[in-house]
Every structure is written in structure tokens, then in C-alpha cells.
């Protein structure tokens, strides 16, 4: 019985996948890494492009907050804020950044969020498949 189980659990965690926008499936990982650089790099490019609405400190102004456990985004994965930022803002030019843009201003936001910065950066590949949630406590 208790084999059935685990044979039923690893099953679904090999098929586990990442729905992405467009209804297409990618294989899930649930963690996710950047680099402190990546993330410095996120932090001037979100001053500049996103601050105005989203504030300084991430904490909302005449748009959502994008850190703290009651943020709209907390429950979020990372592929949805990755998919949902780099196609929907900035609200007034959606998709005007970089892809490089993009990527470092989500580490910015996952380190905002308490995730900590390592060794790899965050790449598209990563982005897109990671379901791992913003929030770092449930
Ligand atoms: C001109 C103002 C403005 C700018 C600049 C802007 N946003 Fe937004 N953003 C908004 C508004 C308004 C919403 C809420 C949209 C809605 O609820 O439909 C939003 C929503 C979001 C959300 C979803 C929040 C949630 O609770 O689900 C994320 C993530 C986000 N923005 C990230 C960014 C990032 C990253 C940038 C910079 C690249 C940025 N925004 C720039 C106005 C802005």
C-alpha cells in the first residue's frame, strides 16, 4: 500500500508541469535562483520603470504593492510574474523592456520577497517554468 503511494506521488511530481499563458506546458521546478548582480542590476531598472506606480519600497502607490505576504503577487508563481510583467507592463508600454530587463527586475522582486540571491542567474528558461511562489512563507 505504502509503495502504491509513493509510486503515485513521484508520478505526479515527474509529470508535474508549468501551464504557461498561452496553454502550452513546459516541465515545473520549483525552485528558483538569481544572482546578487542580477538583482542590483533589477533594482535600478525597476526604480526606473516601475517605482512611479509600484513604489520605492515595493509597497504600492497607484498600483498594487509587489512584496510582503499580502501582496496580490504573494501567491503567485514565478513563471505567472515573469509571464504577466514581461508581457503586461510597464502598465503604459507593456513589453517596452529587455528580456534581460525583465528577468533582473523579477529577481529583484523574488529578493524583495526574501528569496536569496545565489550563484545562477535567472534565466527565460527558468522563468518560464519556475512554479516555485513569490512568497517565501506560505
Ligand atoms: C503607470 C503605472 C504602472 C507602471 C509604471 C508599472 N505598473 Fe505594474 N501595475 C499597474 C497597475 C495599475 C496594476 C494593476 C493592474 C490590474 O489590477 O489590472 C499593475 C499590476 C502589476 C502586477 C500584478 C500585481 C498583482 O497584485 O497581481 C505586477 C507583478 C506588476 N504590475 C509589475 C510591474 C513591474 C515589474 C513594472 C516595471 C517594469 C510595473 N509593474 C510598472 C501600474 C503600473
Known sequence: MKLAVLVAVSAAAALSVAILPNGTTRAASTSVSFSAAQAAAGAKAYTQSCASCHG????????????????????????????YVSQQMPMTAPGSL?????????AYILQKNGHTAGTRRLTE??????????????
Open 56 to 83: 520605492v519600497k515595493l509597497s504600492g502607490v497607484s498600483a498594487p504593492a509587489l512584496a510582503g505576504s499580502t501582496s496580490g503577487i504573494a501567491q503567485q508563481s514565478v513563471v505567472e510574474v515573469y509571464e
Open 98 to 106: 529587455s528580456k534581460a530587463q525583465y528577468l533582473s527586475i523579477v
Open 125 to 138: 528558461a527558468a522563468a518560464t517554468t519556475a512554479t516555485a511562489s513569490v512568497a517565501t512563507k506560505p
